[in-house]
């Protein structure tokens, strides 16, 4: 008689083996199954305490591809006793500093065109621009810009930042931000149609972005094409906020300009 392997699994079916990652201080991962992201605080027998950027805490299992680091499926396992604490960071990738308290905030001040990419900014750059005392504005249109700008009067020691929705030479708005735009005052704009194809599609479980013809609302295009409710465009953008933890999950383009004007701002970069 023939004999066979009691496992007929296809090996195409079988679990691949994940990678085991140590929960030291300050890992930043992502409990999938509640979409839970924060740094490990505590890692004891059994359990790993995570702690998300409103500092709330929750506590799960150390159970076998219980964890996302980077959007990959990870086994925590309790870390040596001898492992050095790592720094945790904040959600930007800056160091974070322990018990550091908002600066007074400084003259200068970043705007942002958009609610949503006012959210994003605030969500990712947050504790860093509270540390250096940098005060996002919401700014609803570039329309809105020379009064703002002339009520602000920029100068060396009141910088002004602004970030402004896909910026295209040549445009109505290109030229206000080109009239605004000083020795003290920095626009710059991302070159996404909108703030949410700033987050990687990865991050978001899809393989891409998709293309909306010309003339239709992309907003309500993308919920169409990817089968999202195309009604509720804000609950919409609440899920995929959720879904970014950190820089990670942003696209380099944005994260360059919020740099730039981060460093405009604090006179750490430029003249």
Request: glycine letters at 12%.
């Amino acid at each position: 008689m023939r004999q066979y392997s009691p496992d007929l699994t296809p090996p195409w079916k079988k679990s691949q083996p994940v990678p085991e990652v140590p929960a030291d201080p300050g890992l930043v991962v992502e409990e999938p199954g509640t979409g839970f992201c924060g740094a490990v605080i505590r890692c004891e027998a059994g359990t790993v305490t995570l702690e998300d950027r409103f500092g709330k805490h929750r506590v799960f299992p150390l159970e076998p591809r219980g964890f996302l680091l980077e959007g990959r499926v990870v086994t925590l396992v309790r870390p040596s006793s001898a492992a050095p604490a790592r720094p945790a960071r904040t959600a930007s990738g800056s160091v974070a500093v322990p018990g550091a308290r908002a600066r007074v905030a400084r003259a200068g001040r970043i705007y942002v065109e958009g609610r949503h990419d006012a959210e994003l900014v605030e969500k990712v750059w947050g504790d860093d621009l509270r540390v250096e005392g940098v005060v996002v504005e919401y700014l609803e249109g570039v329309d809105d810009l020379p009064a703002i700008v002339e009520s602000f009067a920029p100068g060396p020691d009141a910088r002004l930042g602004i970030l402004v929705d896909h910026l295209v030479p040549g445009t109505k708005e290109w030229r206000i931000a080109e009239s605004v735009t000083s020795a003290h005052a920095l626009v710059v704009g991302h070159p996404y149609i909108d703030i949410w194809e700033a987050v990687k599609p990865s991050s978001l479980g899809i393989p891409g972005w998709p293309r909306v013809p010309h003339g239709q609302d992309w907003k309500t295009g993308v919920c169409r094409a990817l089968g999202w409710p195309p009604e509720n465009t804000g609950a919409v953008w609440q899920a995929i906020l959720a879904r970014v933890g950190s820089y990670k999950d942003l696209e380099p383009e944005l994260l360059g300009r919020v740099e730039e004007l981060i460093d405009f701002v604090t006179g750490s970069g430029g003249a």
